[in-house]
C-alpha cells in the first residue's frame, strides 16, 4: 500500500518552461489537494478536486492549472514557469472533506526555477 | 489569506521542558486538525477536534478547541528530542483545507 506518491521529487526548470506534476493515491480517496510549502509560509492550498473530473481553486491557483481524469490521480500543470513557483510541493488525499477530512500527504516535490 | 493564525513561529526549548503552540481564528471554526513535519519530511495528521471546549490527550500531547471554537493549541510535557518539528494546524472553509504557518520546534539535548 504505497498511499500517496508524486512524482518527479526534484526538478529544476528554466524560467518559461513547462511541467507536470503528478499525484497518484491508492486509497479510493474522493478528494484531492495540492499545496505548496515555502519558509515561513506554511502550506498553501493551489487547487483541489472534490472528485474525479472535478477541480476547484484554492488560495494560490495563479500560474498552475490541475486536472483529475481518474480518480486516482491528480496532476499539476506549471504552463510558464517562473522564480516565484520555486517551493516544495504537496500533494494530499482524504477520504471527503469537512469534518472527516484527515489529510493524506506524499513525500513532496521539490521544484527549483532558474 | 490564512484562516488560521499560529503563534509562535519558533520555539527554543531544553529538552525536558514543555512547549505550547496555539492557533487563532478571528472568525468559528468548524474543525481543527493538527499535524506534523518533521524537517525534511511531510505533513502526518496528528488529531482532529470537533467539539467546543474539548480536549483530548495523546501521551505527553494536549490538544485544545477552545470554548468559541476560534482557538486551539497544542502543548507538549517533558520535550524530546524526538519532538522536533514543525506543528501546524489547519481547518476546514468548505472544502478547502487550509493551514496555518506553523510553529517550528527545536529541542537542545
Known amino acids: 500500500n504505497a498511499g500517496v506518491t508524486q512524482t518527479p521529487k526534484f526538478r529544476v526548470l528554466k524560467t518559461g518552461q513547462s511541467m507536470t506534476l503528478l499525484c497518484a493515491q491508492d486509497?479510493?480517496?474522493?478528494?484531492m489537494y495540492w499545496y505548496r510549502q515555502d519558509p515561513g509560509m506554511g502550506l498553501r492550498l493551489i487547487h483541489y478536486s472534490v472528485g474525479e473530473g472535478t477541480t476547484a481553486k484554492g488560495e494560490v491557483p495563479d500560474g498552475y492549472n490541475v486536472s483529475r481524469l481518474k480518480k486516482q490521480n491528480f496532476l499539476l500543470g506549471l504552463e510558464s514557469a517562473a522564480p516565484s513557483q520555486t517551493s516544495v510541493y504537496f500533494c494530499?488525499?482524504?477520504?471527503?472533506?469537512?469534518?472527516?477530512?484527515?489529510?493524506?500527504f506524499g513525500e513532496g516535490s521539490r521544484l527549483t526555477v532558474l | 489569506g490564512q484562516q488560521v493564525m499560529q503563534i509562535p513561529q519558533y520555539q527554543h526549548v531544553q529538552e525536558g521542558e514543555d512547549f505550547t503552540t496555539y492557533c487563532n481564528s478571528s472568525?468559528?471554526?468548524?474543525?481543527i486538525q493538527w499535524y506534523k513535519q518533521r524537517p525534511g519530511g511531510h505533513p502526518v495528521f496528528l488529531i482532529q477536534l470537533v467539539k467546543s471546549g474539548e480536549v483530548k490527550k495523546q501521551k505527553r500531547l494536549t490538544f485544545q478547541f477552545g470554548e468559541a471554537k476560534k482557538n486551539s493549541s497544542l502543548h507538549i510535557t517533558a520535550t524530546q528530542t524526538t519532538d522536533v518539528g514543525t506543528y501546524f494546524c489547519s481547518s476546514n472553509a468548505g472544502n478547502m483545507l487550509t493551514f496555518g504557518g506553523g510553529t517550528r520546534l527545536m529541542v537542545k539535548p
Open positions: 494530499a488525499s482524504s477520504y471527503s472533506g469537512g469534518l472527516a477530512g484527515e489529510l493524506f
Open positions: 486509497m479510493n480517496h474522493e478528494y
Open positions: 472568525t468559528t471554526l468548524s474543525n
